[in-house]
């Protein structure tokens, strides 16, 4: 009997988890049966909290964080709990696991000169330029998610109001769009879309350029491309321009509680992280100059 698979069904038809959600859970589990196979144990209902101990040492010896690890121990928590629950093991041998707390890193966020030297590198008239710049505004414009981006649709977006609405399972939001970024959008829709995405059933409001399905890895190179051409020496991701919108808000005098909805956080202390960035901020500009903090 395949468990992982019924595992993703669940996850999907009963926890209507999202598609990173289930795909880092599996990661985690078939990484974890993967292990239990070259220790010669087939079936993961056998694995005991003996085998447990020792692949949490084998992840260490690898050089696995804290964090890591913690994710692991509850991508296998649930995992088990299923399969107990199911009736197809007596015990969850993650029951008497412990998670170390590991220290929560401070995200990092780029500067507002960082942003515009980003979001200006995607300068030229050719498709792929006027595609990328109109990505990078509407990500910075809006926070979304690299995975809600790629997954927009045409319909989501309102230029004429300036807003995208983002709807699921569980949340709805309608988040602004600033004039800048509502012009890109308008360009891409206008000149280039038209001219790469050609099957009339595609929604999808940006592919790649061959008019597919884009993927979070595909942005992700776009990112790292620009930040390069910009010389950003910050080691970027998608979700830092994530981070920056929110800590820019933030900063510029926005409620914590609208960026929270924006953001679509369930809650509020997932947004507070922000509040700390600013702190840290202003708290180290006052230590380094003020005459009488030194």
Not at 23 to 47: G, M, P
Request: one cysteine or more; charged letters at 25%; aromatic letters at 10%.
């Amino acid at each position: 009997m395949n468990y992982i698979d019924l595992f993703t069904a669940y996850l999907y038809n009963e926890k209507k988890a999202s598609e990173n959600t289930v795909e880092s859970y599996i990661r985690d589990i078939t990484q974890f049966d993967t292990y239990c196979t070259s220790k010669n144990v087939t079936d993961l209902t056998k694995a005991d909290d003996k085998l447990l101990a020792v692949y949490f040492e084998y992840l260490s010896g690898k050089g696995k964080s804290e964090a890591t690890k913690s994710r692991i121990i509850a991508s296998l928590r649930c995992f088990y709990r299923f399969l107990l629950s199911r009736g197809f093991c007596t015990s969850n041998p993650l029951d008497g696991v412990k998670s170390k707390k590991a220290e929560r890193k401070l995200p990092d966020i780029l500067d507002a000169n960082e942003i515009m030297l980003l979001l200006s590198q995607p300068n030229g008239s050719d498709y792929k330029s006027i595609r990328d710049k109109a990505m990078l505004e509407l990500l910075y414009a809006t926070g979304i998610k690299v995975s809600e981006l790629i997954d927009l649709s045409v319909s989501d977006v309102n230029l004429q109001i300036g807003i995208i609405h983002l709807h699921n399972d569980k949340k709805e939001r309608i988040i602004p769009i600033y004039p800048a970024a509502v012009k890109s959008i308008s360009d891409y829709l206008l000149n280039v879309r038209p001219a790469i995405v050609l099957e009339n059933n595609e929604d999808r409001l940006f592919t790649n350029m061959t008019g597919q399905h884009m993927s979070r890895q595909g942005f992700w190179k776009i990112v790292k491309h620009y930040a390069s051409e910009a010389g950003i020496t910050k080691d970027i991701t998608p979700h830092t321009l994530r981070h920056s919108f929110a800590a820019h808000l933030l900063e510029n005098g926005a409620k914590l509680t609208d960026i929270k909805e924006m953001l679509g956080h369930a809650d509020l202390s997932s947004t507070q992280i922000y509040a700390q960035i600013i702190k840290n901020k202003y708290t180290s500009a006052y230590t380094k100059f003020h005459p009488l903090a030194r």
